[in-house]
């Protein structure tokens, strides 16, 4: 998973990770990097997560993305993860997404900034 993170940083509140420009998220790479931001969590003993993913390029189907809302709802340890993608927040995937996680109490949003994403994170 280090492959496609640029910097990974633990703060007060919890993690911060910068994927790398281009990277690609799509069907195969979207399960293992969720459980490896959720398994970092559990290392630093927080639940609060912002992954900057503003240039990174996602191709990921609806159906996966109801698979990663099933599986971070069974997780021990309620996370909650900010993503910020600004060319992909208020698009229909990504609200599919929250609504997947909302439905089975998972916190999980997209933001168009970190500014944004941190006051979310916080609260």
Same mark, same amino acid.
């Given at each position: ?5 640029? +910097? &990974? ?9 910068? !994927?790398?420009?281009?990277? %690609? $998220?799509?069907?195969?790479? #979207? ?22 993913? +503003? &240039? ?9 993305? !109801?698979?990663?809302?099933? %599986? $971070?709802?069974?997780?021990? #340890? ?22 997947? +996680? ?22």
């Amino acid at each position: 998973m280090e492959h496609i993170i640029e +910097s &990974k940083k633990e703060t007060d509140w919890g993690l911060e990770v910068v !994927l790398k420009e281009g990277v %690609i $998220i799509d069907n195969d790479s #979207i399960l293992p990097a969720i459980k490896y931001y959720l398994d970092q969590c559990q290392k630093i003993n927080k639940n609060k997560v912002i992954v900057d993913a +503003s &240039k990174i390029i996602r191709n990921v189907s609806i159906v996966k993305f !109801l698979e990663v809302a099933e %599986i $971070i709802q069974k997780e021990p #340890i309620r996370v909650k993860i900010a993503f910020i993608p600004p060319q992909l927040a208020n698009v229909s995937e990504s609200n599919a997404m929250e609504t997947f +996680s909302y439905n089975r109490g998972v916190k999980l949003q997209y933001f168009q900034d970190m500014a944004a994403a941190l006051e979310w994170v916080l609260q």
